[in-house]
């Protein structure tokens, strides 16, 4: 029975609500009465249910879905503003006892060569990406309890935050890794993770099943409770995600607002991200062999529902997918982009960008510079702020936050700011320039006096080389 309550994955993610979700949809995609009520529902900002949300994403009637469009815009302009947070990757260890079919790091392929960061060459990797001006990170790693126990993530964790080289500091770790216990997320908490982000690939059991035939990760029940034992060990922001292509569309997009929606009845706060990844060819993996891939056009549609069902959760979309793709998908609501990422492990202190340990192709491939030259022309922000989470803004803290519409006096400073440093130590000559103007048009909007001075101070001690600051 379909009980978002449940600690049971069971229930929570019900098959058959799953089910009935998809048919209620599918017989009111022409229902234009609902579909208006359900798009002035959601112009209220306090977000949608799954059954709402799927009537919307099932809908093709063009007028309707430009409407949602527009929304999903909006919304995103309303909670985010034009900034977009910047992050990448660390691939620390592609050792893994699993058989996840879509993924090169399965167990049975022999070919790919097998490697483990040293805590020497965690640090050059750090350095290499404190010199490209990241300061946020998210690691990831294969499931090995022999090679990648739990001891071995603590200590990169520490070690990458131990860093400081010039002026580079790694000021937020987000942690990938496989679903693991309480104990272990009480670990991860006390070592002082951002994120716990944990896909669940499919929720779509018999699939799920089917895709993860052996390791740890076959058990559904256990993947799937992962954020719950997360959050009961102390970790207040948790990242879901869907690895589109594998399972129906439809039917990841329901479950997914379910799982959002047990997290809030259950622990009071929903996910602080959803990532929408696509499955991508990598070493011995072919996309084309996954029945269920979708559209860049559906692949936008998603998004923008997603924008419209969860406005305070933020939307992760990574490098595997191309500048092109971004630059649509951006606008529909997404506030976090991974840049100048490389997908192998060790691959950062390489000159060339390597193949042969890579989790997947990345298909924007453009330098960290060039992706914020980008963002900016196309009239957004990037920022490097990671101010929430060491203020203590995480979990209900940070969506009230979110909620009561303080970001312009905060966020954005926030944003700005931390550019500033990006700019003074890391941009090139063109991607300053145009830096640099836009932070003077973009302090204009901070509404609060007292903010704005402060602000234009620092960025003047940011000048002086004074580096950290947060509201
Ligand atoms: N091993 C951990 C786990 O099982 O959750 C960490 C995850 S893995 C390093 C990161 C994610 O990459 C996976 O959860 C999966 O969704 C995604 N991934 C794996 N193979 C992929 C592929 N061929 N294309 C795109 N994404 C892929």
Known sequence: MYDPKSL???EFICDKEVQDTISYAEENKENIALIDEIIEKAKKRKGLTHREASVLLACEIPEKIEQIYDLAEQIKKDFYGNRIVMFAPLYLSNYCVNKCVYCPYHMQNKTIP???LTQEEVKQEVIALQDMGHKRLAIEAGEDPVNNPIEYILDCIHTI???????????????NIAATTVENYRKLSEAGIG?????????????????????????YAYHTEAMDRAMEGGIDDVGLGVLFGLDLYKYEFAALLMHAEHLEAVHGVGPHTISVPRVKKADDIDPSKFDNGISDDIFCKIAACIRVAVPYTGMIISTRESADLRENIIRLGVSQISGGSRTSVGGYQEEERPH???????????TLDEVVNWLMT???IPSFCTACYREGRTGDRFMSL???????????????MTLKEYLMDYASEDTRRKGEILIEKE?????????KEIASQRLQLIEQGIRDFRF
């Not at 302090?443 to 903010?451: A, D, F, G, H």
Request: with cysteine; aromatic share 8%; charged share 30%.
């Open 402 to 416: 979110c909620k009561s519409g303080q970001i312009l006096n905060c966020c954005h400073p926030n944003a700005l």
């Open 443 to 451: 302090m204009e909007k901070i509404t609060n006096p007292k903010v």
């Open 114 to 116: 097998r490697k483990k």
């Open 161 to 175: 935050y131990s860093i400081k080289h010039k002026n580079g500091a790694i000021r937020r770790v987000n942690v």
């Open 195 to 219: 994120t716990y982000i944990l896909f669940q690939e499919t929720y779509h059991k018999e699939t799920y099943e089917k895709l993860h035939p052996a390791g740890p990760k076959h058990n």
């Open 356 to 366: 042969d340990t890579e989790q997947f192709d990345v298909s924007d491939q453009r």
């Open 378 to 380: 196309a009239g957004y």
């Open 8 to 10: 049971k994955a069971e």
